[in-house]
């Protein structure tokens, strides 16, 4: 299946070390590129036989007749990475499969093929109370989101660190949603995060993120909306997202394609791995909880006090390559009339 991401405006707080921009941005690659070299060891020596004692023949030899010794071929050496883990028994549960193909075109035959881990996250998972929380306190429009489930989710291609890219300033990293159609969450569960190829968008042909859930859930159905139809099941995605350094956009730059460079007054280049824009309300950052080395910023949604300007409501978050990106958990939601409390 090919992948049909789709663009979603949302979520996050403000990375602490980010630092605002004072120049116009001009693109820069930032993608490295590491090559893993693999050298051949040298062919076994030949076997020599010990000689019979008595006889004077080589041992397993017949009288009156020579045999050449052959040595066996060379050893083929096996690549490995080192990286990836093998599959601990239960970590593909029937429960999660049976929520798995409830999307369309993921057939319970491919479910081991593509997942490295799928496993139904229960109450008694930490995780299960800090995403109700992050659902919770995330929704800010007229309906409401009632969870149904949560898988925990690692596609097989997924089970590595996030590469090491040498061009990247920093690993920082958060847990931010993304929104798009039940077709566009097959895919991505299938294939991974691609950039779309439609322009226009308002920080150009990127991958979306948001840190409140109803800023991504306008996303989920198509045309978008904000008036969510009540009853109604959709799938939001929890991602683990690698921003880095982020470049702190306060007006629409829609002809992004990679993440931009800066200039200082004392000219100086400032080089990006992401793009921010804060918006007019944000999460309340001293409810900021960790996860693995991910910042997930749960708290309540308060005032921005910190920055004057901002041109959305909430925050946005963008990465332009989907090797920063890992989906991490698939929660499926229902559509109520009014916000609720999971």
């Known amino acids: 299946m090919s992948a049909i991401p789709t663009v979603t405006g949302v979520f996050g707080s403000v990375p602490p070390h980010s630092q605002p921009a004072v120049a116009t941005p001009a693109t820069l690659p930032l993608q490295g590129t590491a090559l893993l070299g693999v050298g051949t060891p040298p062919p076994s020596p030949p076997v020599t036989k010990k000689a019979d004692p008595k006889s004077g023949r080589s041992a397993g030899s017949t009288p009156g007749k020579s045999r050449a010794v052959t040595p066996p071929p060379p050893s083929i050496p096996t690549v490995t990475s080192g990286r990836k883990r093998r599959r601990p028994n239960g970590q593909i549960d029937p429960t999660a499969v049976d929520i798995l193909i409830e999307l369309p075109g993921i057939k319970k035959r491919n479910i081991r093929s593509h997942f490295f881990v799928a496993r139904h996250v229960t109450e008694s998972d930490p995780m299960h109370a800090n995403i109700l929380t992050y659902i919770n306190n995330g929704q800010r429009h007229s309906y409401g989101i ?16 996030f590469d090491q890219d040498p061009n990247f300033n920093n690993q920082f990293r958060m ?3 993304h929104g798009t159609t039940d077709d566009a969450v097959s895919s991505i569960l299938m294939d991974g995060f691609k950039p779309p190829d439609l322009n226009g968008q308002m920080f150009g042909t990127g991958i979306y993120f948001a840190d409140r859930a109803s800023k991504s ?3 989920c159905t198509f045309p978008h909306t904000i008036h969510q139809k009540a009853g ?6 929890l991602c683990d997202v690698l921003l880095g350094k982020t470049y702190n956009a306060r007006y629409s730059h829609n002809n992004f394609t990679e993440p ?9 280049t400032l080089y990006f791995d992401s793009v921010k824009c804060t918006g007019e309300y944000i999460p309340d950052e001293q409810e900021n909880v960790f996860c693995k080395g991910s910042l997930m910023p749960i708290g309540k949604t308060v005032d921005n006090t910190t920055f004057q300007t901002y041109s959305v409501v909430h925050n946005e978050y963008v990465v332009y390559s989907g090797d920063k990106v890992k989906p991490k958990y698939l929660v499926k939601i229902k559509f109520c009339s009014s916000p609720i409390t999971n």
């Open 146 to 161: 009632e969870v149904m489930d949560i898988v925990r989710v690692i596609r097989d291609e997924d089970n590595v660190e």
């Open 175 to 177: 847990l931010l949603w």
């Open 217 to 219: 859930t306008n996303y």
């Open 232 to 237: 109604e099941i959709r799938y939001l995605l």
């Open 260 to 268: 931009p460079t800066a200039t200082t007054r004392s000219g100086e």
